[in-house]
């Protein structure tokens, strides 16, 4: 996964995927813009639960802990040691999940350009990705400190021709699950594993490499320049 994602969808659309019956709290008072070239340290939306609510927060995308001031601050973080490993130790309890449009990957193409290609979902709904960090809660304001990553998976399928890493993405009874604090870890770390969503739910096509600049915005960034491709095509 390359670093680059969409974000443009209304919070109401993206929560209303989850299906979630009670109440639930936006913290962005609607002041999020719509972000069709989302990059790393930039404020996303976010979805955590706490107190039986669901909250939105605002949340810089990349996180290290304190120890680690030699590095920058990774944005994603590999499901096969997220759990386990010592870098993600004080977050790994603490799940959420980043809702997206869909993201951009590179490919090697004729030039010294790279070709950018966008990622949705067939269907074009809502994408639930796996997330740890550290955020907000009704017990602690927002800090300097606070920030998510998305945990990836091996690509798998004709997703593996764009990058060998995608997001580990959960339907919403899974993010459902992923979300409720009463989950036990060993199951959030099954669930993360083995039951992330296949490459047969996706499908991709090349966008203007105008993507390539963090600077452009807008949904003429999203169009179509090629075919769309699907992991069950030749």
Request: proline letters at 8%; a negative charge.
């Amino acid at each position: 996964m390359c670093g680059r994602l969409t974000q443009y969808r209304g919070i109401h659309d993206f929560v209303a995927t989850l299906s979630i019956p009670d109440a639930w709290v936006d913290h962005t008072a609607g002041q999020l813009p719509a972000r069709y070239n989302a990059a790393p340290t930039q404020q996303l939306a976010l979805l955590h639960q706490a107190e039986h609510r669901l909250h939105v927060h605002a949340v810089r995308w990349g996180w290290r802990p304190h120890w680690a001031k030699d590095r920058a601050a990774p944005i994603n973080a590999r499901v096969e040691k997220v759990a386990h490993g010592p870098f993600f130790r004080a977050i790994w309890p603490h799940r959420a999940i980043v809702p997206v449009d869909s993201w951009y990957e590179w490919t090697a193409d004729a030039g010294a350009t790279k070709q950018p290609w966008l990622i949705r979902r067939r269907d074009q709904a809502p994408i639930l990705c796996a997330a740890i960090g550290q955020f907000p809660s009704d017990e602690r304001a927002a800090s300097e400190h606070d920030g998510f990553v998305i945990i990836t998976a091996d690509a798998e399928g004709g997703m593996v021709d764009l990058h060998d890493r995608r997001p580990v993405v959960l339907s919403p009874d899974l993010a459902r699950e992923w979300l409720d604090p009463a989950t036990p870890m060993a199951r959030a770390e099954q669930m993360a594993l083995l039951q992330g969503e296949s490459s047969q739910a996706f499908e991709w096509f090349k966008v203007a490499r105008a993507v390539g600049n963090v600077r452009n915005q807008g949904p003429e960034l999203i169009e179509p320049h090629s075919e769309v491709m699907r992991a069950d095509q030749p």
